[in-house]
């Protein structure tokens, strides 16, 4: 991360990075997707084990390189989930998360000129989202908030970003955020990859080790690897060129 992306981050609780994956890519995402999803009646679905490509989006090296500066040597894969929302399948409107949340997984601070997360949120738009739209939507700055307050989704506090295919968005769970109905004639879908420390884990550790057998390479597998404090090696870092 440069230092205006870091500032950006520390000033907001999220950022997002324009066009961080390619149409192309974006194209072969959504054909995949269109066809695994024809039932699809609920707002979320799974997606790691439908293609080899999202368990590579899991290790994408300019991604990888961001969750660097803001976890560190030492993360894994916590969870991940898909969003699929239309008029027809919504869900409630709620905000949540917040500074401390949860027995502090949903933490945010700085030591001695280092940044420290707790569980993040890397956000894919497989499609277009304008202001309005609904969606996901935050409170920016409360990730530093030192009030336990908790804003109406339709104040005037609460953003709701715009987003274009390729898109990514970073936040981090200390953030509050929610969903607001989506309003739009079009749907939205998004991919939802969750980081944690790697001493720490937000849903049951054993979830993950049913895709083990599909990682790909050593990097894939560092990813998967279950929490722990002691004997934990780093992540193999690819270059962000690669």
């Not at 981090?172 to 420390?197: F, I, M």
């Amino acid at each position: 991360m440069t230092e205006a992306e870091i500032y950006e981050f520390d000033l907001n609780g999220y950022i997002v990075y324009r066009d961080h994956l390619s149409p192309d890519h974006v194209r072969e995402m959504n054909r995949i997707l269109d066809g695994e999803l024809r039932e699809l009646s609920h707002w979320t679905f799974r997606f790691l084990d439908r293609h080899p490509c999202f368990m590579e989006l899991m290790a994408h090296p300019k991604t990888l390189g961001i969750l660097r500066t803001l976890i560190g040597e030492w993360l894994r894969l916590d969870h991940a989930y898909g969003i699929q929302m239309t008029r027809e399948i919504q869900t409630g409107e709620n905000l949540h998360g917040g500074p401390r949340h949860d027995q502090g997984e949903h933490q945010y601070q700085w030591v001695q000129g280092r940044m420290y997360n707790g569980l993040i949120v890397v956000m894919y738009a497989l499609e277009d989202v304008n202001s309005g739209d609904g969606g996901f939507v935050c409170v920016p700055g409360s990730h530093k908030a030192n009030v336990s307050y908790a804003p109406e989704v339709d104040s005037h506090l609460v953003v709701n970003p715009s987003l274009r295919a390729g898109d990514m968005l970073i936040f981090t769970e200390a953030l509050v955020h929610g969903t607001r109905r989506w309003n739009s004639e079009n749907r939205r879908r998004s991919l939802l990859y969750k980081y944690s420390p790697g001493y720490s884990a937000w849903v049951d550790a054993e979830r993950m080790k049913q895709l083990e057998p599909l990682a790909a390479n050593d990097l894939q597998r560092a990813l998967l690897r279950p929490p722990s404090v002691g004997g934990r090696e780093k992540v193999p870092f690819p270059e962000a060129g690669d």
